[in-house]
């Protein structure tokens, strides 16, 4: 097949049977025309449909190396810093397009799947079959371009204890049955994001196990298809209100749905499990493999994306006001200004220092990236819904309908809800788009999910510090407290 269409992908999503559930709904089939979900379904449709627009194509799509026929480039093993670069152009295509707020586009998982297909080494530590079958379920999610979510966490049930802990042991998703021909999941897991409208689900390692021998039926990684039997999605309320694009400009388009996975004794058949067993190997599965690497490349990608979308509205909102010209506004735009440029600036140091895997593949350098991951969800992105709430103040409340437009009070809203360079329908629009990117509910998950989307902040960074080679650095300050000038 390679790449699909937009049509291609709506077709297989309402021929698929899965079960969610959705404001107290059971919904088994036609996925992308319930109202919950189709808004979302139908930009991801647009996503696909860019791979074939000429102005695109030759960055999005590549020739796939067994069938030649054109496949994302987010499946291209990266062989060198072009290739990286190559990967980039095409991530960003869609970040642009979305404005950096979809989080799970297909080239996020995609570049989990890429280097993991190729962590041959790192397989056989356990079973080189392991790596075989990653391989050919890469080949397959390349050549028929699926679109994955995932999932990787426990219920937040009791955080005191263990995963493995928790309920017994019976509540955090385990394997409670290993058959000659697979195996048999029962429990659940958090949190995978645009579940209803994905056509696989990737249960990978979770890499918070302690590595005893209770954690061995936690310990795994594996592959379903979305409407695998038994396999249960329960989602949140949604954030798309069903209003127009006026209302809710980005709701409307970009709200992905996330939901809690439970597993009801699905059977997983070998040449979809992954990993089976070895703990350590699971706490390893993201550094050792170079998928946490490509992964967080392909993350701030979209995030540069996130924040040029946000430096674009402040500048904007300024001039629609008149504000640009006061310090304190153009301090902000400077801050996020220079938030940009960091940005670039790490993609392309990631890049350029990047260094050939034993396995061959060239991976943007970790630490950098690393640097990158740690900084933008606790210090940068806080910063720019704050900036736009700043800017925007109470011009955020004073903000009719689109139907007011088209009412009797119509004259008085032109009159007095104008801008000093726009009229007042244009500024509603601008300032309903400052709303959504800043204190609606849409605005209010998406700081949530940044905030969190590597795992706790803390925790992250005392990996950071743990991994980071520092000791040529003491050892230089040890060195100038004994100089004797």
């Known amino acids: ?19 969610l559930y959705v404001d107290g ?86 570049s989990s799947l ?3 297909s190729t962590a041959k080494k790192f397989f056989s530590q356990a079973d080189p079959v392991f790596g075989e079958r990653i391989e050919k379920y890469y080949e397959m999610a390349r050549e028929n371009d699926l679109l994955a979510t995932h999932t990787l966490i426990p219920p937040q049930v009791n955080r005191s204890v263990s995963g493995s802990q928790q309920g017994g042991g019976n509540l955090s998703a385990k394997v409670v049955e290993e058959r000659e021909d697979g195996i048999v999941v029962r429990g659940a897991r958090m949190l995978a994001t645009i579940a209803p409208i994905a056509d696989e689900l990737l249960v990978f390692p979770s890499t918070v196990l302690r590595g005893t021998p209770e954690d061995a039926p936690y310990s795994y990684a594996f592959a379903v298809p979305n409407d695998a039997p038994g396999l249960k999605y329960f989602c949140r309320a949604g954030l798309d209100h069903g209003r127009s694009r006026f209302d809710e400009p980005l709701a409307s388009r970009f709200e992905e749905m996330d939901a809690v996975v439970v597993f009801d004794d699905v059977f997983v ?5 992954f990993l089976l067993g070895h703990p350590e190997l699971c706490n390893a599965w993201y550094s050792e493999t170079g998928a946490g690497a ?17 430096l674009g509205l402040a500048s904007e909102i300024a001039a629609a006001i008149g504000i640009g010209g006061f310090q304190h506004i153009q301090q902000d735009l400077s801050e996020l200004i220079s938030y940009v440029e960091i940005e670039k600036a790490v993609l392309r140091a990631a890049e350029a220092d ?22 933008y969800p606790t210090k ?8 736009i709430r700043k800017f925007s103040a109470s011009g955020l409340m004073a903000l009719p309908g689109e ?14 809800l104008q801008s000093a360079t726009l009229p007042a329908k244009d500024r509603a629009r601008l300032f309903k788009l400052a709303f959504d990117a800043s204190v609606s509910s849409f605005a209010g998950r998406e700081s949530l999910y940044e905030y969190f989307f590597f795992g706790d902040p803390v925790r992250m960074a005392g990996a950071q510090v743990n991994a980071y080679p520092r000791e040529a650095l003491q050892e230089r300050v040890r060195e100038l407290l004994a100089r004797d000038e």
């Open 1 to 19: 097949m390679g790449a699909r269409t937009g049509q291609q992908y709506l077709d297989k999503l309402n021929a698929m049977t899965p079960e």
């Open 25 to 110: 709904e059971k919904v088994t089939s036609k996925v992308a025309e319930h109202a919950a979900f189709r808004n979302n379904a139908l930009t991801y449709a647009k996503l696909f449909d860019l791979q074939h627009d000429p102005a695109h194509r030759d960055v999005l799509t590549y020739e796939s190396p067994t069938t030649g026929e054109r496949v994302g480039t987010s499946f291209l093993v990266p062989r060198n810093e072009e290739d990286l670069k190559r990967r980039r152009a095409a991530f960003s295509v869609w970040a642009q397009y979305a404005g950096g707020f979809l989080g799970r586009t297909g080239d996020y998982m995609n």
């Open 114 to 116: 890429t280097a993991l």
């Open 269 to 273: 058949p070998n040449e979809r499990v």
């Open 294 to 310: 490509l992964m967080t490349h392909q993350v701030v990608t979209r995030t540069l994306a996130k924040t040029e979308f946000y």
């Open 354 to 375: 990047g260094a050939v895997s034993e396995d061959g593949v060239f991976l943007p350098k970790w630490e950098v990236l690393n640097a990158a991951r740690n900084w």
């Open 380 to 387: 940068v992105s806080p910063r720019l819904t704050e900036i």
């Open 403 to 416: 139907a007011d437009f088209d009412a009797e009070g119509r004259p008085d809203i032109d009159t007095y």
